[in-house]
C-alpha cells in the first residue's frame, strides 16, 4: 500500500517504486509513446481498458513516418555536410524513410508531394542563392509555385554576419513556404560562420517536433480521437539522383581542428612575389602540416587565425577609455583586455550585430539607432571600411572592458585558397597572400589576416590554421577533360594547385590558364614556374593579360574574348571552366565575356547563350572561387 507521503506527492497513488516497476525496459521513445496514450485514454475515458498485447505491440514499434526529405543549397558543401548529419541523427532515431538531395538536381513541382521537408540553404555574400538553389529558388518565388497545405517543413540558414543581406536566401526559403500554406515544424535558425553547433541543436528539435507528432497521431489512431483525413504520402522518384540514406551509413568524421581548436603551422618559406617598385605586396608562404594529420585537396582553403596588431589594439583601448590591463573573462578564461583583443576579438571589420549591441548600451546615441533602423544601403555605407577603433570613437559610450568583449564579435578566421598540391608537397601548404593596407576616416588601415601573414609572421614563427573544404570548387574527376582556368592577382593560388595535381597525376587532360596583374615586370606571380610547366607540357596554353602596361587597359576578359573561337570548342568539348578572383568586378566581367563568346560562336540569341552558361553552372563545369 502507498503510504501517505507518497500519495500526497503523487495524486494519482502510484508510488515510485511501483511506476518503476510498470516502466522498467521502456526506452525513451517508448516512454514518450506511452505519456502521450496514456493522456490521451484519460481524454476520451479510461472506461475501456486497452488490450495488453495491443500496448506491447503499440510501444515496442517506432512510429511509422511519411518520407523525410532533406534539400541543400551549398556553394561549399557546408550546407551538404550539415543535411547529411541531420539525416544521420534521423536515423539513429529510428526514422528510416530519409532522402537527401541537392537542389540542384530537385524539379520544383515536386513540393506538392512533400509532406515532411527541412530545407539546409546558405547565402553568397550580399544575399545571394548558391547555383545550386537558384532554379528553386526561383520557382518558389514564382506564380508557378503550388500551395502546400500539407507540408510541415523547417529551415536551416547559413551565412555570415559580416553581410548585410545575413542569411537572406533562407529567409525568403522560409517565408515563401509559408506564404504557400506550408507550416513550420520549428522556427528557422539563421547560423554565422560557426554553424556546427547550432546546425546540430536545430536538426535536435526538428526531430524531436516529428517523433513527437507521430506519437500523437498514434495515440489518436489508438483511443480514436477523430481527426481531419490528409492524403496519403506518394513515394516519387527525385528529378535528379539523391541520396536514400541507408542504415548504418558511415559520415565522414568532424576535422579534429577547427577555429575553437586550430594547428599551430610553422612557417618554412616567406618569399615576396612582387618586384621593386610594384603598388601590390604580394606573398608566397609555405607552412609546415607535419604532424597534424591535416589533409585536403586542390580548390580547398587553409583558414588563418589572425592576430590583430597591437597599434591597432592600442587604438581600440584608448578609444573606449580603457586599461589594457583590465580583466575580462572570455568563457571560463580570465584575460587582460589587450590579450582579449589581440587573440578573440574581430576589430577591423563592423557588422550590423556589432552596431545592435553597441547601440543597447549607448542608447543616448540617437544617430546610431537611425542607421540601424533606415535605408539599408546607407548602413552598409557606413559600414565599409571602418573599424571598432572608428565607432568607439564616432559614438563615445560608457562601458566596462567586459561590456566592450561582449560587444565585440569573436575573431574570424580568413580564409585563403590553397596554392599548392599535397602530392607535390607532402605535409605543406602553400598560400599566395595580398597584403591589404588603405587609408579611411583619417586612420592607416591593414587587413588583420594578410597584415599579419605578411609583417608579423616570419620564418618558424606559427600560424594558426585549419582546412576547410571546397567540395564543389574542384578538378574533374575524369584526369582527360580539359579545363580553363581564369585568375587575376591572387585568384591564381587555386590553378598552381591544380597544374601541379594534374602534372603529378599525369592527367591526359589539357590545362589552359588566363592569368591577369597590372604589370609584367612587377607583378607576374611564379613566372617561372609557368614558363616551365608550359615547356614541360603541364600547361597547354597560357594567356596573360598585364592591365598597365599599356595605354589601354588590358584584362582576362579581354584575352578571353581574343581567343574565342578556341574557348567555345574547348567548351564543346566538355571542358571545365574556372574563375577565381574579385567577385565584383573580375566575376562578373569573365561571365559577360563568356556568354558573348558562347552567343557570336554558338550562334544563340543572347537569351539562349544566357541559358548555355547557366547550364554550365549547373552542371557544375563553370565554377568559381570568388570573394
Same mark, same amino acid.
Given at each position: 500500500m502507498p503510504t501517505p507521503a507518497n500519495i500526497s506527492a503523487n495524486p494519482a497513488g502510484f508510488d515510485d517504486d511501483t511506476l518503476q516497476r510498470l516502466t522498467s525496459g521502456l526506452n525513451a521513445q517508448q516512454l514518450l509513446w506511452l505519456s502521450g496514450y496514456l493522456y490521451g485514454r484519460a481524454g476520451a475515458g479510461a472506461s475501456a481498458p486497452a488490450p495488453a498485447a495491443s500496448f506491447a505491440k503499440s510501444v515496442g514499434a517506432a512510429p511509422q513516418l511519411p518520407r523525410l526529405t532533406?534539400?541543400?543549397?551549398?556553394?561549399?558543401?557546408?550546407?551538404?555536410?550539415? %543535411?547529411?548529419?541531420?539525416?544521420?541523427? %534521423?536515423?539513429?532515431?529510428?526514422?528510416?524513410?530519409?532522402?537527401?538531395?541537392?537542389?540542384?538536381?530537385?524539379?520544383?513541382?515536386?513540393?506538392?508531394? $512533400?509532406?515532411?521537408?527541412?530545407?539546409?540553404v546558405s547565402t553568397q555574400g550580399e544575399g545571394d542563392a548558391p547555383i545550386s538553389a537558384e532554379d528553386l529558388h526561383q520557382f518558389l518565388g514564382s506564380s508557378k509555385a503550388p500551395k502546400l497545405p500539407e507540408l510541415r517543413y523547417a529551415v536551416l540558414a547559413l551565412g555570415d554576419r559580416s553581410y548585410l543581406q545575413f542569411c537572406q536566401t533562407g529567409q525568403e526559403f522560409d517565408e515563401r513556404l509559408a506564404a504557400l500554406g506550408a507550416q513550420r515544424l520549428v522556427e528557422r535558425v539563421d547560423c554565422d560562420v560557426d554553424f556546427q553547433e547550432p546546425a546540430r541543436q536545430w536538426a535536435e528539435r526538428v526531430l524531436a517536433e516529428l517523433l513527437a507528432g507521430a506519437q500523437l497521431d498514434s495515440v489518436a489512431a489508438e483511443v480514436g480521437i477523430r481527426q481531419e483525413a490528409t492524403p496519403s504520402s506518394r513515394i516519387v522518384v527525385p528529378a535528379g539522383p539523391a541520396v536514400n540514406f541507408p542504415l548504418g551509413i558511415e559520415l565522414e568524421e568532424p576535422l579534429e581542428y577547427s577555429r575553437?581548436?586550430?594547428?599551430?603551422? !610553422?612557417?618554412?618559406?616567406?618569399?615576396?612575389?612582387?618586384?621593386?617598385?610594384?603598388?601590390?605586396? *604580394?606573398?608566397?608562404?609555405?607552412?609546415?602540416?607535419?604532424?597534424?594529420?591535416?589533409?585536403?585537396?586542390?580548390?580547398?582553403?587553409?583558414?588563418?587565425?589572425?592576430?590583430?596588431?597591437?597599434?591597432?589594439? %592600442?587604438?581600440?583601448?584608448?578609444?573606449?577609455?580603457?586599461?589594457?590591463?583590465?580583466?575580462?573573462?572570455?568563457?571560463?578564461? $580570465?584575460?587582460?583586455?589587450?590579450?582579449?583583443?589581440?587573440?578573440?576579438?574581430? @576589430?577591423?571589420?563592423?557588422?550590423?550585430?556589432?552596431?545592435?549591441?553597441?547601440?543597447?548600451?549607448?542608447?543616448?546615441?540617437?544617430?546610431?539607432?537611425?542607421?540601424?533602423?533606415?535605408?539599408?544601403?546607407? @548602413?552598409?555605407?557606413?559600414?565599409?571600411?571602418?573599424?571598432?577603433?572608428?565607432?568607439? *570613437?564616432?559614438?563615445?559610450?560608457?562601458?566596462?572592458?567586459?561590456?566592450?568583449?561582449?560587444?565585440?564579435? !569573436?575573431?574570424?578566421?580568413? %580564409?585563403?585558397?590553397?596554392?599548392?598540391?599535397?602530392?607535390?608537397?607532402?605535409?605543406?601548404?602553400h598560400l599566395t597572400v595580398g597584403a591589404l593596407r588603405y587609408h579611411a576616416q583619417g586612420r592607416h588601415k591593414r587587413g588583420a589576416a594578410s597584415t599579419f601573414l605578411a609583417e608579423q609572421l616570419g620564418i618558424d614563427g606559427l600560424a594558426r590554421v585549419f582546412v576547410e573544404r571546397n567540395e564543389y570548387f574542384k578538378l574533374p574527376t575524369d584526369p582527360d577533360t580539359d579545363i580553363i582556368m581564369v585568375g587575376a592577382g591572387t585568384g591564381v593560388a587555386p590553378f598552381r594547385a591544380f597544374v601541379e595535381e594534374r602534372v603529378e597525376l599525369g592527367a591526359a587532360g589539357r590545362n589552359w590558364l588566363l592569368f591577369g596583374n597590372p604589370h609584367f615586370t612587377t607583378d607576374f606571380l611564379y613566372q617561372t614556374e609557368w614558363q616551365q610547366h608550359l615547356k614541360r607540357g603541364g600547361l597547354h596554353q597560357f594567356d596573360v593579360a598585364f592591365s598597365r602596361d599599356q595605354a589601354d587597359k588590358l584584362y582576362v576578359q579581354h584575352r578571353l574574348l581574343e581567343n574565342a573561337r578556341d574557348v567555345f570548342g574547348w567548351l564543346e568539348n566538355g571542358a571545365h571552366f574556372y574563375v577565381c578572383g574579385d567577385k565584383t568586378r573580375l566575376a562578373s566581367a569573365i561571365q559577360t565575356a563568356l556568354t558573348t563568346i558562347v552567343q557570336q560562336q554558338g550562334g544563340f540569341s543572347a537569351d539562349d547563350a544566357a541559358a548555355y552558361v547557366h547550364n554550365l553552372k549547373k552542371q557544375r563545369r563553370y565554377l568559381e572561387d570568388v570573394y
Open positions: 532533406i534539400l541543400y543549397g551549398s556553394q561549399t558543401g557546408n550546407s551538404k555536410k550539415v %543535411a547529411l548529419q541531420t539525416a544521420e541523427l %534521423a536515423r539513429q532515431r529510428g526514422l528510416t524513410d530519409v532522402v537527401v538531395q541537392d537542389m540542384n538536381d530537385y524539379a520544383g513541382r515536386t513540393l506538392q508531394t $512533400e509532406r515532411r521537408l527541412l530545407v539546409v575553437h581548436n586550430p594547428f599551430f603551422a !610553422p612557417v618554412l618559406e616567406k618569399i615576396q612575389l612582387n618586384g621593386r617598385g610594384s603598388s601590390k605586396e *604580394t606573398f608566397h608562404l609555405e607552412l609546415s602540416l607535419a604532424g597534424s594529420g591535416l589533409r585536403y585537396e586542390p580548390g580547398d582553403s587553409l583558414a588563418v587565425l589572425p592576430v590583430n596588431g597591437a597599434q591597432l589594439v %592600442a587604438e581600440v583601448v584608448q578609444a573606449a577609455r580603457l586599461h589594457a590591463d583590465a580583466p575580462v573573462r572570455l568563457d571560463e578564461t $580570465e584575460l587582460d583586455l589587450a590579450t582579449a583583443l589581440t587573440g578573440h576579438r574581430e @576589430l577591423t571589420t563592423l557588422t550590423r550585430d556589432v552596431l545592435e549591441r553597441y547601440a543597447g548600451l549607448s542608447p543616448r546615441h540617437g544617430r546610431l539607432r537611425e542607421l540601424l533602423d533606415g535605408d539599408r544601403t546607407q @548602413l552598409q555605407h557606413y559600414l565599409y571600411g571602418r573599424d571598432v577603433a572608428d565607432l568607439l *570613437t564616432e559614438y563615445p559610450a560608457e562601458l566596462s572592458a567586459q561590456h566592450l568583449v561582449a560587444v565585440l564579435r !569573436p575573431l574570424q578566421s580568413r %580564409a585563403y585558397s590553397i596554392a599548392s598540391s599535397l602530392l607535390a608537397h607532402p605535409d605543406e601548404a
